[in-house]
């Protein structure tokens, strides 16, 4: 069975270049997501809400390879985020972010193997998220990104040069900020982490 690898079949979703920003079409496609609000270096909710993500999508990773269906690489983790004030993360009140954390999923997953991975991650421990969890497609659409590397906390100049970008192609931005976490901040120095930073145009 040949191992499916979501960042090199989306080459152009995953991997943008750092100096000069693209524009991308982004197909529809499936995640588990949950929704919580709060800074995420200090919520306990961000951190249960990550735990649960990554749980899950790897039980459904190995009950899919058993049952001979697919084999594939567990995605990344990703992050929606906005402010009521603002519809932007502009804000530097962290705690006024709100955030949808989300894996994305193979079109072969569905919500029958979902109902048997949460059963089977059930018996293994208490995922406290697991309430909150839903499992949605979602159709982002035109979109321009960019790769940034280095801190998350010093992300707001590539940010704003993105939206740049975008009005002077004639854009106006719409829908939520995006971020595709591609290091492990655990084992990553700060300055090293890259970060596909996504938003939705018209």
């Not at 704003?160 to 995006?178: C, D, I, N, T």
């Amino acid at each position: 069975m040949e191992k499916i690898d979501f960042k090199k079949l989306f080459k152009e979703l995953f991997s943008p270049p750092s100096k000069t920003p693209v524009v991308v079409d982004v197909p529809k496609m499936s995640f588990l997501m949950i929704d919580g609000k709060g800074d995420p270096n200090t919520s306990a909710d961000y951190r249960a809400a990550i735990e649960t993500l990554y749980a899950l999508s790897y039980t459904l990773k190995f009950m899919l390879k058993q049952a001979g269906v697919v084999d594939y690489t567990v995605g990344p983790l990703e992050g929606l985020w906005w402010t009521d004030e603002t519809g932007a993360i502009s804000s530097e009140d962290k705690e006024s972010y709100q955030w949808t954390a989300m894996m994305m999923q193979p079109k072969q997953v569905t919500q029958a193997w979902l109902d048997k991975a949460i059963a089977a991650a059930k018996k293994k421990r208490d995922l406290p998220a697991l309430t909150k969890l839903r499992f949605e497609s979602y159709d982002e659409g035109r979109s321009v990104q960019i790769m940034y590397i280095g801190p998350y906390a010093a992300e707001a100049p590539t940010i704003a040069r993105l939206h740049e970008f975008a009005k002077e192609k004639g854009y106006s931005l719409r829908g939520k900020h995006h971020e595709i976490y591609l290091g492990d901040p655990r084992r990553t120095a700060p300055e090293k982490l890259r970060t596909v930073i996504r938003q939705p145009v018209k």
